[in-house]
């Protein structure tokens, strides 16, 4: 069954019933909120017998205690006051969400003594929850009767000092929400369902909120020269598409910031085919046009103060009669040619013309791309860390105290004219494929070559996109990866 979330905020409960959730430091003797949701004294007995001390995001569970104005009692702990950061709040969000269960309503008692629980925290706290309620049920049909197919709506209250303050605040972060999940939704679609025709379809329905959204055909494709784009796509019935959604909130002759996105709708490898095993996980390969969108709407809903530009390139990579070969040759939107070594390094063909016609259109003050690129990254990273590339250490400081903040964590890899030989080709500029040797570093060697002085970074996310650990704030498959980084590198660095 699926919840929706509707959140006020409010200095005291306004009703009886339902749930109450607690939040705790380790070492408190009781939690804020204790004297309005247990009355009669449960909380303490219940705590001393579980041995509960408020450790980080342990739980302690107190069933329909007698006396109580509340059905249900949930203490949540936050761990050690001086341990305690931004991202716990979002954290205690979520466990919350995961204990409501059955409740109708439900208030969050989110003040918490010694600790200064502003409006932006508070909205943490349900931005947290909104994130943990996302599931991807849409195909689930014969296990389940009608009433569960229903989406269930829970009341929720959160109690605070500053309401106002947090109410403020919620707007951002509903819009910050509402962006993730459109990211997930969008990797865990089907590839039957979400071609590179219905992916520029989503992109338009971004207009709704004031975006800018221009969508280029193969024949627009074609005139401008994209060849490397257009090879990839070649070997699918399915037509490429590029989506370029505008969303002007900065001063009108403001230069733009500039996100792209790898948008493979699904990756056979083509005629390098993969291996079949875990193919079908391969509808997550255009992560990083999904993250791309889902920055789009968070930016437009917040009406953020930044001229931004998303380009995502949409192709499916099949391997019929027509697919490119490896041994072809051909010419990208630069003039430079490219030799095919392996038809499953498709991404970075698809990334170098929409980098290059980023940068040539809309001279933009940096790039940052983020593709699901190479399985290179997932060897030396695993899930925890998405890979940085970047040729300026300005932009890179920033998006790593950015994945610091929302702990969508980043990794600096290195570049250098080293690793950039291994790309050389005998018969082109260049070939898309330098072996299996540091494959993560030799792609991001060939995205660079289309920047030229540009600032710009590449973002890895292969091992966070899809398929990573859960957590307290996302349970789904697709993740979302890059929503929040980027809005919170644009928030603090880039906003007027």
């Known amino acids: 069954m699926s919840v929706k979330y509707q959140i006020s905020f409010a200095k005291a409960v306004k009703s009886e019933g339902g749930s109450a959730i607690l939040l705790k430091m380790a070492g408190d003797q009781s939690p804020a909120g204790i004297s309005d949701a247990d009355p009669v004294g449960v909380y303490t007995r219940a705590a001393n017998v579980a041995e509960f001390t408020g450790k980080t995001m342990s739980v302690l569970d107190i069933v329909a205690p007698h006396g109580s104005p509340f059905d249900r009692i949930t203490v949540i702990g936050l761990g050690k006051q001086a341990a305690l950061i931004d991202h716990d709040w979002l954290r205690a969000g979520g466990v919350a969400a995961a204990t409501i269960k059955t409740a109708s309503r439900a208030s969050v008692f989110v003040d918490v003594p010694g600790v200064e629980v502003t409006g932006e925290r508070a909205a943490a706290v349900a931005l947290g929850m909104l994130l943990r309620a996302y599931s991807f049920d849409n195909y689930k049909t014969t296990k389940k009767d009608e009433d569960e197919k229903a989406i269930k709506t829970v009341n929720v209250t959160i109690v605070t000092a500053d309401p106002a303050a947090a109410k403020s605040a919620f707007v951002a972060a509903q819009a910050v929400a509402d962006g993730v999940n459109l990211a997930r939704e969008l990797v865990n679609l089907p590839p039957n369902v979400l071609g590179p025709v219905e992916f520029a379809g989503k992109a338009k329905d971004l207009e709704k909120l004031g975006v800018e959204v221009e969508i280029l055909t193969e024949k627009e494709m074609k005139k401008l020269g994209m060849g490397a784009l257009l090879g990839v796509a070649q070997g699918s019935v399915k037509p490429p598409r590029i989506a370029v959604m505008h969303w002007k909130g900065g001063k009108s002759k403001e230069q733009p910031v500039a996100f792209i996105g790898k948008g493979v709708t699904f990756d056979t490898g083509g005629i390098s085919i993969k291996p079949g095993a875990s193919m079908e996980d ?9 993250a791309v969108t889902g920055l789009m709407h ?49 991404g970075r063909l698809v990334l170098c013309d929409a980098l290059w016609y980023v940068k040539e259109t809309y001279k933009p003050r940096f790039m940052i791309n983020l593709a699901t690129l190479t399985g290179a ?16 250490d300005e932009l890179a400081g920033q998006l790593l105290a950015a994945g610091d903040e929302t702990q969508e964590k980043l990794w600096r890899m ?13 018969f082109a500029d260049m070939k898309n494929s330098g072996g299996r040797h540091a494959g993560s570093i030799t792609a991001a060697q060939f995205l660079a070559r289309f920047v030229g002085d540009t600032p710009w970074a590449h973002l890895d996310i292969a091992g966070t996109a899809m398929g990573s650990p859960s957590s307290e704030i996302n349970q789904s498959w697709g993740s979302g990866y890059g929503v929040r980084l980027l809005d919170q590198l644009v928030r603090t660095n880039f906003e007027a």
């Open 298 to 346: 968070t930016l437009a809903a917040r009406k953020a103060k930044v001229n931004a530009i998303g380009i995502i390139g949409l192709v499916e990579n099949m391997p019929d009669g027509n697919a490119q070969r490896p041994g072809d040759i051909v010419t990208s939107m630069s003039g430079q040619t490219i030799e095919i070594i392996n038809t499953d390094a498709e």
């Open 414 to 426: 290195p570049l250098s004219k080293d690793y950039d030989k291994i790309i050389d080709s005998r």
């Open 282 to 290: 391969m509808k997550g390969d255009m992560g990083g046009a999904a």
């Open 377 to 392: 990254i997932l060897v030396a990273l695993g899930n925890l860390h998405a890979g940085l590339f970047s040729n300026n």
